[in-house]
């Protein structure tokens, strides 16, 4: 998909100032708001995008130079307007004294163009961070975390009436699960149609509320999550676990968004697939090669030092390194270090000497 020229669709060159970039979406937005002779709830969308971009100067700075915004580490949510699809904020409209100017645009990009009823409600998404050891990263681990959360109730599974009752019409819709309202704007009176608050959408009331949520099909608990840590992951990723965020009375629960943190190791480093490790070995034993005993996350293993090793020169160690799946895994290179005596015996200067006239 081409990337879209926000300045093209605002009708403004690329060194337009703020006050010329809202004249021209307030050009935009009054021409194609969905409820005008003239409206296109696309045009009116694809606008209110290039302007949320553009009045910012954060992402209007990351716009230029990149061609796309980075706010909200998850990326774009549902319909490309940011994160979990809720929208930019319009608060700046009623600060600039547009009256319910910006309550009316949240309504529609919550699904409201055209006269149709929202979509369903999403509950809210929750952040944590979690830290593990290097180990536990190369080969994976799972943790249980307890997270205090809205969550939907286990007693009514949600329906906010007490098991056994039964259900009614509701009264404030009359069983059409939706309402009427009439929103005075900067446009002029917009009459829009919205899910009732009462049941949700439903048209339904419990005759009995639910003792253990009052009704609400939702309340505040403690729950333990469970949190698999694949092997091999990276310090600063993130795990999302779908729908493990809170939950809201009649829509789906958000998202519970992990970030990984990975303790640093002493004596290893990760290199993609592959661990590295340094080790010392004696002048003697490089010239003259033997056995040294390595530490691998496995455990000890004996590696064979070539005689004549360089200083700086790698060794391989196959398969102790990250596993891949399938059974397989990186290796472990060992860099070896040539460690040079500090001082030396008479008798050691003498073989050393001799080595000289050998041209060792």
Not at 119 to 137: L, N, Q, T, Y
Request: aromatic fraction near 8%.
């Amino acid at each position: 998909m081409a990337q879209k020229n926000y300045y093209e669709i605002l009708g403004v060159d690329k060194k337009a100032s703020k006050e010329d970039i809202k004249k021209a979406f307030h050009k935009l937005a009054h021409k194609y708001h969905p409820d005008k002779s003239t409206g296109d709830a696309d045009k009116f969308k694809e606008a209110s995008e290039a302007y949320s971009t553009l009045s910012d100067d954060k992402k209007r700075s990351e716009y230029d130079s990149y061609g796309r915004t980075f706010a909200g580490d998850a990326g774009p949510g549902p319909g490309g307007f940011g994160f979990n699809g809720q929208g930019f904020d319009f608060s700046q409209f009623q600060q600039q004294g547009f009256g319910g100017f910006g309550d009316i645009f949240n309504d529609i990009f919550n699904g409201q163009m055209g006269g149709n009823p929202r979509g369903a409600a999403r509950g809210r998404d929750i952040s944590i961070d979690i830290e593990v050891s290097f180990k536990e990263s190369i080969f994976g681990t799972t943790r249980r975390v307890l997270l205090a959360k809205t969550a939907q109730c286990e007693t009514c599974h949600g329906s906010g009436a007490q098991p056994g009752t039964s259900m009614e019409t509701c009264t404030h819709c009359n069983g059409a699960g939706k309402i009427h309202q009439t929103t005075n704007s900067f446009f002029g009176a917009i009459t829009m149609e919205q899910v009732c608050g009462h049941c949700r959408g439903t048209g339904k009331m419990p005759k009995e509320k639910c003792k253990t949520c009052k009704g609400d099909g939702v309340y505040r608990k403690q729950e333990e999550i469970e949190i698999n840590i694949p092997a091999g992951i990276e310090g600063g990723e993130m795990i999302r676990l779908s729908g493990a965020g809170e939950a809201v009375a009649g829509g789906t629960s958000g998202d519970l968004y992990v970030k990984v943190h990975v303790q640093a190791d002493k004596r290893f480093r990760k290199d993609g697939a592959n661990l590295v490790t340094d080790l010392s070995v004696k002048l003697s034993d490089a010239l003259l090669g033997t056995e040294y005993k390595v530490e691998t996350l496995d455990g000890d293993e004996m590696l064979s030092i070539p005689a004549g090793v360089s200083h700086g020169e790698t060794l391989r160690v196959k398969n102790k390194g990250v596993p891949m799946g399938r059974g397989k895994r990186g290796d472990l290179f060992v860099k070896v270090s040539i460690t040079l005596p500090q001082k030396l015996s008479k008798e050691a200067k003498k073989l050393i000497e001799q080595l000289k006239e050998e041209g060792v």
